[in-house]
Every structure is written in structure tokens, then in C-alpha cells.
């Protein structure tokens, strides 16, 4: 071995072993901060029982922290609230404290939590837990409310090394009842067991694009919504989940004199496969499964490397129907689904009635 390598091999050995003490260290750190403000949740929650504390008294609390630890972060009043939530959320599953035993292993889980999970989780659920920030759990809490979806979004959160932001982002486009639910030939075209998983998780019945924002839902087309994503493909990355990689919009392909152009091409690393995206303005019809199909078999004899899986083929419809689209699956050889989508100019149901349309308000404002 040259002495140059044999400095590379060291550099990188080093350079290793920082980074892995750095992440114990910050997971030791997170423990130590998810005990403490489990314990203060807990004198809280029995302060408001017991002695009927409220706001003001919560707010006096932080003040008077403030004053005796000049400098403290973490105990404004509303963090205060945060950290009682965080006691009475979990209580029930972890007993009355997160404790530390010898092994430095907080979060000792009760009987309780077992008779609602797996009990072959309950050592990664426990590590992922607490691999979770405050803020992150709090985020959680905020949003959902049974056990199963926390922890699905806590697994979610430790595996993925998600942010804040894009654990927000994934709470809003409520990826619990997304995920795994994409109408799909997956089962029928993808033989192996593991690669069929993996697509499976890898894709959602609905995608949020609250990014776009078209005034007028009369006048959106595909070129809009394409352009929409393009402008913001680091959103749409977000939305799409981990292990995409976008390849271009309008993406080429020649089949001997004749061109044709595929929307949206991504790849995936986990999949280790192309992945071809379709924007359909409206409702999803059987004709565009010939289409895509056609696509995926391009694809696969022009582009795809040797050692990558088939490509795989999304229509993104605003509409949907999902006994047409298993209908449509039948006889073609392509891993395929269909998913809708959602832009920032839809209005909730609840809301409809209660805002003024768009006509109303271009006259208002004439």
C-alpha cells in the first residue's frame, strides 16, 4: 500500500470515528433532554390536578427559571405546556417515568404498549423513540391520535433522519393513510418478494402539491402542474418521499424515428430503478395505461443499466376510480398505479361555503 493511500485509509478511519462519536454523543444528549421533560411534564400535569395551576402560573414558572438560570432554553411557558403534553400523551405506555437504568437506556415501556404493537418492536420502537427530538415528538403529538399512526411517524422520523420541516410536510399530506395504498399491478408484475415491498412503501394513493398554486382551477392543464414541479422540484422530492432522484422533465426518448416525451423521470436508489411520472389534468383513463406501458418498455430497452430493476410508471390524475383502474391493470406487463393530486387552490369541504369564489372576489375587488 502507497503511503498516500495508506493516509487516505486513516483520514477516512478518523474521519469515521468523529462522526460516530458525534451521533452517540447527540443520542445520549436527546435521551437525557427527553427524560427531564417527561419528569417536568409530570410534576406539571399534577400541579394543574391537584393544585389547579393554569397559564398564568406557568408563565410566573418560566420567569422565575429564567431568573435563577440566566440563560436556560427550553422553558418558555408554551414549551412548559409542550412538555405536560408530552407526559400525558405517553404516560399510559411508559408508566410514570422515563427512567434510567444501567445501561443507559431511558424509556422503560410498560405492559401496555405490548398489547398494542408487535412485541418484536418494542427494542427498535424504544430506540427509535428516543433517537426522536422533543420537537419532533411534540409535532407528532400535535397531529395525530392513535398509537398506531405515532408510531409509524416516529419510525418514520429515526429511519429517514427527517427534519422538522419535512416531518411537518408528511403530517399534513397524512403519509399514514398514504402510504402502501396506491392502486397498483405491483403484486402481479414484481416477482420478488423484498423489490415488491419496497415499491409498495415507496409510493402514495395521493400526493400533495401545495407548492402550486393555480388561481383558476378551470384553466390548470398538465403543462401548469409540470411547470409547477419543475420550479419546485426540491418540494416535490419532499412529497415524493427518500431515495428519489430527479432526472429531467419532457425527458426524450427516440424509438427509431420517432420522438416521444415522458413527463417527469426520476430514479430510485432503494428500488434501483427508473421511476416515470404522467400529470393527467383530470379523470384517469384505461388509454393512458397503453401509453405508459409503452413508456416502461422504452425504458427498459433504451435507458435502464443493466443492473437496475424495471422501470416502474406513476399517472398522476386529478381524479380517480379505483374499479376502472384495476380494470385497466389487466394483461399489460409493467409495473404500474395511479395516484391523484391535490394544489394549494383547493379548499377544504368545511370551508367551501364559508369564503367567497373567485369570481365573487375578482368583482370585489373591481
Not at 82 to 108: E, K, P, V
Not at 144 to 160: A, G, L, M, P, V
Not at 233 to 247: E, H, Q, R
Not at 266 to 279: D, G, M, P, S, T
Request: charged fraction near 25%; charge should be neutral.
Amino acid at each position: 500500500m502507497s503511503v498516500l493511500s495508506d493516509y487516505t485509509e486513516t483520514l477516512k478511519t478518523l474521519k469515521n470515528a468523529i462522526l460516530s462519536s458525534r451521533y452517540r454523543a447527540a443520542v445520549l444528549v436527546n435521551q437525557e433532554l427527553l427524560s427531564l421533560y417527561f419528569s417536568v411534564g409530570q410534576l406539571i400535569s399534577e400541579k394543574i390536578k391537584q393544585e389547579k395551576w393554569g397559564a398564568k402560573v406557568l408563565e410566573r414558572l418560566s420567569e422565575d427559571l429564567q431568573n435563577e438560570l440566566p440563560g436556560l432554553k427550553g422553558f418558555s411557558a408554551t414549551n412548559l405546556k409542550y412538555m405536560r403534553i408530552f407526559y400525558d400523551s405517553w404516560q399510559s405506555y411508559f408508566g410514570a417515568n422515563i427512567t434510567q437504568n444501567t445501561n443507559n437506556q431511558s424509556l422503560i415501556i410498560s405492559q401496555s404498549v405490548t398489547d398494542q404493537i408487535n412485541k418484536s418492536l418494542d427494542k427498535q420502537f424504544q430506540e427509535n423513540f428516543l433517537q426522536v427530538s422533543f420537537t419532533h415528538h411534540i409535532a407528532i403529538l400535535s397531529k395525530t391520535q392513535s398509537i398506531e399512526e405515532r408510531i409509524f411517524y416516529i419510525y418514520k422520523t429515526s429511519q429517514n433522519f427527517w427534519s422538522v420541516e419535512t416531518l411537518k410536510h408528511h403530517l399534513k399530506a397524512n403519509l399514514f393513510q398514504k402510504e402502501g395504498s396506491l392502486p397498483n399491478n405491483f403484486s402481479q408484475i414484481i416477482t420478488n418478494n423484498d423489490l415488491r415491498a419496497k415499491a409498495l412503501q415507496s409510493f402514495k394513493d395521493e400526493y400533495l402539491l401545495d407548492f402550486i398554486n393555480i388561481e383558476d382551477p378551470d384553466e390548470e392543464d398538465e403543462k401548469l402542474i409540470e411547470n409547477g414541479i419543475v420550479r419546485n422540484i426540491k418540494k416535490f422530492l419532499l412529497s415524493l418521499g427518500a431515495d428519489f432522484a430527479f432526472l429531467g422533465n419532457q425527458f426524450r426518448l427516440l424509438v427509431e424515428e420517432d420522438e416521444y416525451f415522458i413527463d417527469l423521470l426520476f430514479f430510485n436508489r432503494k428500488l434501483q430503478c427508473l421511476v416515470a411520472f404522467e400529470l393527467k389534468k383530470g379523470k384517469f383513463k384505461p388509454e393512458y395505461m397503453g401509453k405508459m406501458n409503452f413508456y416502461l418498455s422504452a425504458l427498459d430497452e433504451y435507458i435502464k443499466q443493466p443492473h437496475e430493476n424495471p422501470s416502474i410508471g406513476i399517472i398522476l390524475c386529478k381524479e380517480k376510480n379505483n374499479k376502472i383502474v384495476e380494470f385497466s391493470f389487466r394483461d399489460f406487463s409493467k409495473a404500474m398505479g395511479v395516484a391523484t393530486y391535490k394544489t394549494a387552490n383547493e379548499v377544504p369541504e368545511q370551508y367551501k361555503n364559508a369564503l367567497p369564489n373567485a369570481d365573487t372576489l375578482r368583482k370585489l375587488m373591481d
